[in-house]
C-alpha cells in the first residue's frame, strides 16, 4: 500500500506571500462580506425594481434569489473549505476548470468589482447628495463629486493602511447602516397606511420568476470573504461561513424589507411597483417624514462600505492575476509594512475615481448611472458565479472527493444561472451596457491571446492560492524526503 | 457567526463522531504525509461522506493540512499541542555561551526553546531559579518568553488560554496585550514587570536561525522588577550578542 509517489517538495513561503497571513478575525471577514453585498442599500432600492415584474409575489422573488444565493454558497464552500484563495472566485475556478475559463472568471470579476466599486460610490454619492439637499445644503454636481473623490481616495487610503484596518471601518459603518435600516423598516411595518388592500394584479409564477433576477442583483458583493482566504484566522472554516451567513443574512433582510414595501402599499393603485422612492413616501404617509433623512444616512454609509470592501476584493483579485503572471507583475507587490497589495491599489483606485468623478462631473445624472454601473457588475457577477458553480463537482472529482450532494448543487444552479445570464442579456438588448458587456469581453480575449502567446507556462498553471507551506506542517515532510 | 461556546453535553451520535475523528488523525500519522480521503475513508471503512466532512473538519481546526495538490494530508503545526514536548538539553557549546553570560552580569539567565509552541526551560539559572515551568508553559502572556513566542505567531491568541491575574501589574485585558505583543514583534525584545510577581521581571530576546530566521528559543534576564523598566541599553546589548552566538548553536 506504501508505493506512495515521493511528496513534492513543500514551498518555504506560499505563492502569496507579502499578504499578513491568517491575521482577520471571523467577524473582521464577515462584515467585509456583507458590505460587499450592502443589504441597506438593496432593503431600500431593490423591492420597487422587482415589484415591477413580481408585482404581488415580490416576496417570493426574494426567497428564491435567497435560495439560489444560499446554493452559489455551498458551491463555493466547497473550496473554501480546502483552499485559501487570495483572488476570488477566479482562483477557486482554477482549480476545477480549465486556464481559459479562469481567466473568464478573473476577467468577469476584475469588471464586476470594478463596477460594483464605482456603483458604490455612485450611491453614496448620490445619497449624501440627498442627505445634503434635505438639510437645506447647496444643490450641485460638486458635491458628489467631491464626495467620490473624498471616499474614493478615503477607500483607497484604508485599504492601503492594512485590511484590518479597513475590516473594522467597514464592521462599524455597515454595523450602524443596518441598524438604521432595520429601524426605520421596523417603525414602517408596525403602522402600514390605513385603507383597505386593493386586489393586486396577480403575477404569476412568470412573474415571480422574472423578478429573480433583479433579486438577485441584490445579492452581488456577497463573496467578497473569498478574496480574504490567507489573510484570515482559521480560513477554512471561517471563509464558507462568512458567505453562507451574508447570502441568508442578506436575504432575511432583503424578505424583511420587501413584505414592508408591498404591505405599505397595498391600498395604493398600481402598489409597489408604481413607486420611485418607496421607502420616503411609506415615512412622509406614516407621518415620521424625519426618517428619510435617517435613510438618506445610512445609505450613504452602507454604499461607502461597500466601496471600501470592493476596493480590497478588487485589488487582491489583479494581485493574484499578477502572481499568476497573466497581469504585469508590478500589480503583484505587497507593501512590506502594511503587507497589502499597494500597487495594485495605487492604480485601481485613482483611476476609478478620476473616471468616475468626470463622468459626474460632465453631468451625467446620478440615478441612470447608478443603475448601469450596477447591471455591468451583474454581468461579471452573474459569469463569475455560473463557472465557479460548474467547477465545484470537477474540483472534487479531481481530488476525488465527490459527493451526490455537490452534483446535485450544480445540477440545479447552473442551469438556473445559465437562464439568469440569457434573460439578462436579453434584458438589457437595446441599451449601451450590451455594447459595454461586447467590449470588455473582447477586451479580455485579447488579453487572454496575448497571455497565452507570450507567457504560456503561466496561463496553463494559473490559479495561485496561499498553499500549504513547509511551515505549516508537523514534522515537515516536504524537507525530510 | 460562530457556534455558541459554551460546552455542549454530548448526545446522539457525536461520541461516535469523536471517535471517528480521532481515528482519522491516528490514520493519517500512521500512514504518512499524502495519503488521500479516498485511502482513509478504504481504511477506516468510513462513509465516503463521513470521512470528507470530518476531513474538512479537521483542516478547519488546522489539526490537518491539505498539501499542495489538494489531495494529499498532512498533520498540521497545531497536531504539536496534543503531545508534550521533550525537553532536549542543548549542547554543551550553547551551554558555554549562557554561562559565559551568567558570568558578566548579576541577574538570572535562562535559556528556553520553543518547540511545540510551548515555552520549555531548557537551561534555567541554577543560582536564580525561575518562575515554575509548568506556569510558564501555561500562560505565556505573562512571561516574557512567553511574549517572544506570542509575537511569532500570527494566530497568538489561540495559545492565550486565560488572561489570569497574577499581581496588580499583570495584563489583563486582549486590546492590552495585543499592543504589546506588536511593540515586542516591532522591537525584538520583550520585557514583563512584576507582572508574574510583583517584586521580579524579565527582558527576553529571540535566537533565529541563522538561514532562515526561524524563532528557535529565547534567551532571557531576570531581576528586580524596578530594574528591568530601565532602558539597560549596554546590557540589552550584550543579552543580543549573546543570543546571536547562540544561533548557529540551536539551529
Redesign the interface.
Known sequence: MRDRPVLPRLRERSPVHGLRRRGLAPLEVFAQSVSGAAPSAAMAATPAIVAASAGGGTVWSFVVATGLALLIASCVARFTRRMAATGGLYSLTAKGLNPGAAFASGAALLVGYGMLAAAALTGGATYLQALVARLGGPVSVWVPVGAVVVVGFAAGTLALRGVRLSARVVLLVELVSIVLMLTIFGLLLASPPAGPDLPQPSPGVGGIVAGVLPALAAFIGFEIATALGSETRRPFRTVPRAVTWTAAVSGLLCVFAAQTQVVGFASVPGGLAAQDAPVPVLAAAGGWPWLTPLLDLGLTMSFFACALATTNALARVLFSLARDGVAPRAFGRTHPRFATPHVAIAVVVPVLVVGLAATVAAGTALAPLLVFLLTVATGGFLVAYLLVCLAAPVFLRRIGELTWSAVAATAVIVPILLAALVAYVLASGRTPVVVVLAALAAAAVGWFVWARLRRPAEVASIGVYDETVAADVLGDPGRAA | ??APRDPLPLSGRQPRAVRSALAVLEEVVA????????EISAALKMP??TT?RLL?LL????YL????????F????R??RLAVPVTTTPPTAARAVVDHLRGLVRWGVHLASFGAGQVTLVDPDPDHPPSDAALLARYPQVSALGRLLLADQ??W?ALVRELRVFTEHTVSSTSELAARIDEVAHDGIARQCGELRADRGCLAVPVRAPG?G?LVAGLALSGPATRVADPNIELVALLREHADRLAPLLA
Open positions: 457567526m460562530t500512514a504518512g504525509p499524502g495519503i488521500t480521503a479516498k465516503q461522506a470528507y474538512n483542516v478547519g481546526e488546522e493540512v491539505r498539501l499542495p495538490d489538494l489531495k494529499g498532512a498533520l498540521g503545526r497536531a504539536a500570527p494566530e491568541r532562515d526561524r
